[in-house]
């Protein structure tokens, strides 16, 4: 079966692959076969719903690491949830129901985090929940629909960030412990407020709006 790329990038952070996935379970059983046995063998116990996403992901990465000229075993998943790559490797995933993403680099020491939305306004106001009070206040006087929009990007950069923080703190990471400020140059100034004195991190964002997506990936080494 053929893989449907939705795109192709080449970030500041590593190469950025996106599926588009299909709808039927046969044909999710068709993506599948590119996968490694023991990838397969996983996705094989997982309900339809979550199978969908979960051999996306992993076919996403594949694309990704072939692309980047990478080699790398069954990307298996942590404790966490996170894939597991080579020593040397980093790479994050995320999706939504119609898509897989995956970025790859070549990384000794940071780890990366990506994150996928569609960029389109949502009903509810999640700022209050995702943002800092000093990110609230920097939005306060925006127009209702340019601040949701900078809502949903802030929320996709954190998101990123936390997978990329991860594996250096090993908790969940709220998203009030950390502010950020996108740029109109694709980065963002990021203040962390680590409550477990974590750290210091260096920490990197790149964001990109595509088609009808938010994109953004995080690269983050200590010290």
Known sequence: MPIDVAFDLTLDHGRCVGLRLPDLAA???????????????????????????????????????????????AVLSDPRGAPVLPRGIAGSISHKTWLAVAIVAREPVARLGVDVEEDVLGSIDISRRVLAADELDELATMAPEPRAREVLLRFSAKEALYKALDPFVQRYVAFKEVSLSPQPDGSARVLLQLTGGEGPFHVDIHWQRLASLVITSARVTPG
Request: no cysteine; net charge positive; glycine share 8%.
């Open 27 to 73: 044909a999710i059983d068709e993506l599948a076969e590119r996968l490694l046995p023991s990838e397969r063998e996983i996705a094989a116990g997982l309900a339809h719903v979550r199978r969908r996403t979960w051999v996306g992901g992993r076919a996403a990465m594949r694309e990704a690491l072939r692309r980047a000229g990478l080699e790398a075993p």
